[in-house]
Structures are given as structure tokens and as C-alpha cells.
């Protein structure tokens, strides 16, 4: 299982909407998620209609009453379980305070599951660097740093470097950190001043993917569902399913072996010498699918239904190439292609080369 935490003690960073939403998309894309709310506001809870009340237990009982972990979780949608957080949590700091092995408690009940439960393990963290944060440093492999595109992003991140630097030291867990850029506005001079700072600042530590600025995210939100239930075909969707490609691509790193059937399973297109298959997946939503790009002077071509999937071939010659799906006559990126650019009407198109 891998263990990956999103974390950053700035507020508004779109944090929690990064958690619960890379989880339903790791979902979508076939892996067994559990998403853990550590934030006392129980945000990522309430995120899928949730309620606080009548809760019978959540992640306080885990931590403070070493209850199993097992008997808090909740199904909330196919392949995604739910341990839930509220109000209680904002105690366990003094709870626990001079309890031996306090910093463990995550750790320990995440290594209680079954070992072959759940792929992947996506920790909200709170907003403040304290005992909640350790414990998901301490338990976790990964850490994405969400930072979003205002002139505060980069300060204030020294305290949470500075936490992943002790627990690296005290406990041998060698974290990789990654950073995400969040609610960004390329109309603005600003958000892109700033993004160009975080890619400079954290170099290949940097997702390809940016998630932009969307109401659709709090809509989302607002009716307990994550983006991909509430609007599948939105940019915010697409957003998220292209940042769960790119966590899924370091499978590779984990096992040599997968290389290849990763590689099939996530990254598109895919380029056989002169030729490239697409392919879009859509849960069986869209009635229509096509494929334009600069390859073929932006005239959609129809894609094939196959297997539950739409997918298309091309010949091409060597060079670097831009396009777009066209699903019920909206045009899309490929959610399945991290590398994305700016177009002229305030969206994205894919990229591939040809060597």
C-alpha cells in the first residue's frame, strides 16, 4: 500500500479538495483507495455527505482509544473506503501528550489492514504542522505539498520542510515530496509568475499537472461528491485524473517488473514507432468520442468503442504534436497525458513526441 499524505499549514491551498479527489480518481482508474481525514474539521468527510452527526466513530477513537481502524471505515463510493474525522480530533495533541509511541499511531493502525485491502492510502492532514501532521509523515512513504498561485505560496512551507526533515532523521523514513500547484488563474500574470517560481523552486519534485481555479470544485464540495461524480467532463476533472496518471506512473519505481504493464495501464498515448494509440475512458458516460490535433489540422476523427473505452490510431511523422478529445462536442485533454500546454481559448492541449 502506498501511503501518500497531502499536507501544507497554509489554509486555502486546496489541500482537501487534492485529497478527496486524487482518491476518487485512484479509484476510478481501477485501485483500491482509502482516504484518511486527520483534519479535525472533517472537511474531506463532509466532502462526501459525510455528516457529523451520528458518526459512531472516526479517526479519534483510531488514535486516542486505539480502536481498530477497520471498525471506523466507510464505503463511499467503488474501490473508495472513507475513515472519517470530526471535532474531537483537535484534542489528541494534549490526550496524548507524554504517551509513548504517540507519533506511531497512524502508522500502526494502517499496518493493521489487510495487506492486500487497499492500494492506496491518501492521508488529509490538518492545517498546522502538530501531532495529527507527524503521524502522517511518520506513516507515509509520499507527500504532496499543495501550493496555490498567491504571492504567500512558497512562504511558510520552512516548518513542514523542517517537520519532514526530523521524521527523516528520528525514524529512517526517507519521504519523497513532491509539490502540486493549486487554484490557478493563467489569466493572471500573477499565478503564472508564481508557477514558474514553484517549477524553478522544487525542479522535477514539481507535478506536470496544474489544478486550476474552478467553481465546479466547490460545487462539487458543497453537494458531498467528488468532481468526477459531480461533473465528469470538466477541466477540474480532467485536472485530477491526469495528477493521479502521474502518481500512478511511479508504480514503475516500486517494481521494476510492472514497467511495461504501468506504462499500458496509464500513460497515453502510446507511441510504437510511426504510430500512436489514444485512448479515453469514460465509464461508459459519452455517446460520441473523436480525436483532432495538430496531426491532422484539428479535424475530429471518430474514435472506436473498445472494451468500455474509446480508441483511436494515427501514423505520424517524427516531431512534437498537440491535441484534443472531443467527447459529445466538448473538447478535452487527455486526462491520461500529464504533459499539457496552454491554448489560445484558456485551456489545454496534450502533447506527444515522435523521435
Given at each position: 500500500?502506498?501511503?501518500?499524505?497531502?499536507?501544507?499549514?497554509?489554509?486555502?491551498?486546496?489541500?482537501?479538495?487534492t485529497?478527496?479527489?486524487?482518491?476518487?480518481?485512484?479509484?476510478?482508474?481501477?485501485?483500491?483507495?482509502?482516504?484518511?481525514?486527520?483534519?479535525?474539521?472533517?472537511?474531506?468527510?463532509l466532502?462526501?455527505?459525510?455528516?457529523h452527526?451520528?458518526?459512531?466513530?472516526?479517526?479519534?477513537?483510531?488514535?486516542?482509544?486505539?480502536?481498530?481502524?477497520?471498525?471506523?471505515?466507510?464505503?463511499?463510493?467503488e474501490?473508495?473506503?472513507l475513515?472519517?474525522?470530526?471535532?474531537?480530533?483537535?484534542?489528541?495533541?494534549?490526550e496524548?501528550?507524554?504517551?509513548?509511541?504517540?507519533?506511531?499511531?497512524?502508522?500502526?493502525?494502517?499496518?493493521?489492514?489487510?495487506?492486500?485491502?487497499?492500494?492506496?492510502?491518501?492521508?488529509?492532514?490538518?492545517?498546522?504542522?502538530?501531532?495529527?501532521?507527524?503521524?502522517?509523515?511518520?506513516?507515509?512513504?509520499?507527500?504532496?505539498?499543495?501550493?496555490?498561485?498567491?504571492?504567500?505560496?512558497?512562504?511558510?512551507?520552512?516548518?513542514?520542510?523542517?517537520?519532514?526533515?526530523?521524521?527523516?532523521?528520528?525514524?529512517?523514513?526517507?519521504?519523497?515530496l513532491?509539490?502540486?500547484?493549486?487554484?490557478?488563474?493563467?489569466?493572471?500574470?500573477?499565478?503564472?509568475?508564481?508557477?514558474?517560481?514553484?517549477?524553478?523552486?522544487?525542479?522535477?519534485?514539481?507535478?506536470?499537472?496544474?489544478?486550476?481555479?474552478?467553481?465546479?470544485?466547490?460545487?462539487?464540495a458543497?453537494?458531498?461528491?467528488?468532481?468526477?461524480e459531480?461533473?465528469?467532463?470538466?477541466?477540474?476533472?480532467e485536472?485530477?485524473?491526469?495528477l493521479?496518471?502521474?502518481?500512478?506512473?511511479?508504480?514503475?519505481?516500486?517494481?521494476?517488473?510492472?514497467?511495461?504493464?504501468?506504462?499500458?495501464?496509464?500513460?497515453?498515448?502510446?507511441?510504437?514507432?510511426?504510430?500512436?494509440?489514444?485512448?479515453?475512458?469514460?465509464?461508459?458516460?459519452?455517446?460520441?468520442?473523436?480525436?483532432?490535433?495538430?496531426?491532422?489540422?484539428?479535424?475530429?476523427?471518430?474514435?472506436?468503442?473498445?472494451?468500455?473505452?474509446?480508441?483511436?490510431?494515427?501514423t505520424?511523422?517524427?516531431?512534437?504534436?498537440?491535441?484534443?478529445?472531443?467527447?459529445?462536442?466538448?473538447?478535452?485533454?487527455?486526462?491520461?497525458?500529464?504533459?499539457?500546454?496552454?491554448?489560445?481559448?484558456?485551456?489545454?492541449?496534450?502533447?506527444?513526441?515522435?523521435?
Open positions: 500500500m502506498r501511503i501518500i499524505s497531502i499536507a501544507n499549514q497554509k489554509g486555502g491551498c486546496g489541500k482537501t479538495t485529497a478527496v479527489n486524487l482518491a476518487a480518481s485512484l479509484a476510478a482508474k481501477g485501485r483500491r483507495t482509502l482516504l484518511v481525514d486527520l483534519d479535525p474539521q472533517g472537511h474531506s468527510t466532502a462526501f455527505g459525510v455528516g452527526d451520528g458518526l459512531g466513530a472516526s479517526m479519534y477513537e483510531v488514535l486516542a482509544r486505539a480502536r481498530a481502524l477497520n471498525d471506523v471505515i466507510l464505503g463511499v463510493g474501490r473508495l473506503d475513515a472519517p474525522a470530526e471535532v474531537r480530533l483537535s484534542a489528541i495533541e494534549q496524548l501528550a507524554g504517551v509513548e509511541g504517540r507519533e506511531q499511531r497512524l502508522l500502526e493502525s494502517l499496518c493493521s489492514l489487510s495487506p492486500d485491502r487497499y492500494q492506496y492510502a491518501i492521508v488529509d492532514c490538518p492545517p498546522s504542522v502538530g501531532l495529527l501532521t507527524f503521524n502522517a509523515l511518520v506513516a507515509s512513504g509520499e507527500l504532496i505539498i499543495p501550493i496555490e498561485g498567491s504571492i504567500y505560496s512558497l512562504h511558510g512551507l520552512g516548518k513542514l520542510l523542517e517537520t519532514v526533515a526530523i521524521v527523516r532523521e528520528h525514524t529512517g523514513n526517507e519521504i519523497e513532491r509539490a502540486l500547484a493549486t487554484i490557478y488563474d493563467r489569466r493572471t500574470r500573477l499565478a503564472r509568475e508564481v508557477l514558474e517560481e514553484i517549477r524553478e523552486h522544487f525542479g522535477d519534485r514539481c507535478f506536470h499537472t496544474v489544478i486550476h481555479r474552478t467553481v465546479r470544485l466547490r460545487e462539487a458543497g453537494f458531498g461528491k467528488s468532481i468526477l459531480y461533473s465528469p467532463s470538466s477541466i477540474a476533472a485536472d485530477h485524473m491526469s493521479a496518471s502521474e502518481v500512478l506512473l511511479d508504480e514503475a519505481k516500486l517494481d521494476t517488473e510492472r514497467v511495461s504493464r504501468v506504462f499500458d495501464e496509464v500513460l497515453m498515448p502510446q507511441i510504437e514507432g510511426d504510430r500512436v494509440r489514444f485512448v479515453y475512458e469514460d465509464g461508459g458516460a459519452a455517446e460520441s468520442v473523436a480525436l483532432a490535433g495538430t496531426f491532422n489540422e484539428w479535424e475530429p476523427e471518430a474514435c472506436e468503442q473498445v472494451e468500455g473505452a474509446w480508441e483511436h490510431r494515427v505520424v511523422a517524427p516531431g512534437t504534436y498537440h491535441y484534443r478529445f472531443v467527447v459529445d462536442g466538448r473538447w478535452l485533454a487527455d486526462p491520461r497525458n500529464p504533459v499539457k500546454v496552454p491554448d489560445a481559448f484558456g485551456g489545454h492541449n496534450s502533447v506527444f513526441e515522435v523521435t
